[in-house]
């Protein structure tokens, strides 16, 4: 293709055909064939190199940067290794203050649902109506019974433990 590229307007400027220069191409391309002999041959040799009384230099300012580099690197990757753990510990500890309010929600409703119940049941007219259902009364008077009362029936009175004496047949 070259070879046509510059043979071409060389040739035609002599008023010759383009019949020509396809013929002059392919008794060159003939020409070139002719020379190579068969195809080029591509054959790798290994080369045996001995780097074992070679001695690197030792660079002390390059040594220097390398260590300041690396005690930078590594005080920044323990700043964002503190800053993710604070961030993280922060995120955790808003969860479980959110569930320990939700349980103090639930846990106050039960509070006054349980407050609501023990008005109910203690309510003074639910008892007696009760009592009445049941067939009690108020107690006459003399009726109540108070041990170890000395007289009056409305002082508080203590208790004892009397040994148990045995039945004798």
């Known amino acids: ?16 055909g383009t019949e020509w220069v396809a013929e002059h191409n392919a008794l060159l391309l003939a020409a070139q064939r002719r020379g190579r ?10 080369k045996r190199i001995d780097n074992s009384r070679l001695v690197k230099a030792i660079d002390a300012a390059r040594g220097r940067e390398m260590r300041s580099f690396a005690y930078a690197m590594a005080f920044l990757l323990s700043l964002i290794m503190v800053y993710g753990w604070q961030h993280f510990s922060a995120i955790e500890c808003g969860y479980r203050i959110e569930t320990e309010k939700q349980q103090m929600q639930q846990l106050d409703e039960q509070n006054r649902q349980l ?15 009760m009592a009445r ?31 148990a004496v045995p039945a004798v047949h």
């Open 115 to 129: 407050r609501l119940t023990k008005a109910q049941l203690a309510d003074p007219e639910r008892i007696d109506a």
């Open 133 to 163: 259902n049941l067939g009690l009364s108020a107690p006459h008077p003399g009726q109540v019974v108070h041990p170890n009362a000395a007289g009056d029936a409305n002082t508080p009175a203590m208790a004892e433990n009397h040994p």
């Open 37 to 46: 002999r068969g195809p080029t041959p591509e054959a790798l040799f290994p």
């Open 1 to 16: 293709m070259a070879t046509q590229a510059i043979a071409a307007p060389v040739i035609g400027g002599l008023g010759r």
